[in-house]
Each structure stands twice: as C-alpha cells, then as structure tokens.
Nanobody, 115 residues
C-alpha cells in the first residue's frame, strides 16, 4: 500500500489549496478514504472522509463549509479542496486508509498559512 500526498504549500489567509493523494497497492474503489492533519505540538486530528463510491462525506466541524473532499476512482486519487484558509489550518496533512484493521498513512504534505 502506498499513499502519496501533494499540493501543499504556502498560502495567505483566505487563500486556497488543492491537496491530492495518489493511492496504489490496494483496491482503491473499495475503501473509504480520510484526510487528517497535525499541527506542531498538537495531536493528529480528523479532517474529512469519503465513502468508497464517493457519495458519502463527513467533515470536522472546524472545516465544514470551507473544505471539500472528493475522489476519482479511475485515477486512484482522493482530493481535499481547502478554501478560506486560516492560520489555524496550518499543519501537515495526511492521507489515510484502513485496510483489514491496519492503518496506512502517507508521508504528509505541509500547508502553511501566513501573510
């Protein structure tokens, strides 16, 4: 199993980024996918999830209305569109999948929100 995130960077408050997670090594279309984030000195926290077919999504209260999770099962990729970014959104964002009770994580992509 391999998860490779990309799309992070430096953005001003109010800006947007589109994060991507390219998955391989498992049947992507059969598994729900999640995004988590971890800021310095804080625990990793749930951000958003999407069902295997893409019809079901769930968000942390802190990002509802600003972030959108989506997936393209033909490309084995899950996305996180982040809009109206705030300084408190700055963190390393991780892609996650649970397969047969085993958690798999990507290496993360850094999002920095600063003027």
């Amino acid at each position: 199993v391999q998860l490779v995130e990309s799309g992070g960077g430096l953005v001003q408050p109010g800006g947007s980024l589109r994060l991507s997670c390219a998955a391989s090594g498992f049947t992507f279309s059969s598994h729900s996918m999640r995004w988590y984030r971890q800021a310095p000195g804080k625990e990793r926290e749930f951000v958003a999830s999407i069902s295997s077919g893409g019809s079901g999504t769930n968000y942390a209260d802190s990002v509802k209305g600003r972030f959108t999770i989506s997936r393209d099962n033909a490309k084995n990729t899950v996305y996180l569109q982040t809009n109206s970014l705030k300084p408190e959104d700055a963190a390393v964002y991780y892609c996650h999948v649970l397969i047969d009770i085993i958690d798999y994580w990507g290496q993360g992509t850094q999002v920095t929100v600063s003027s």
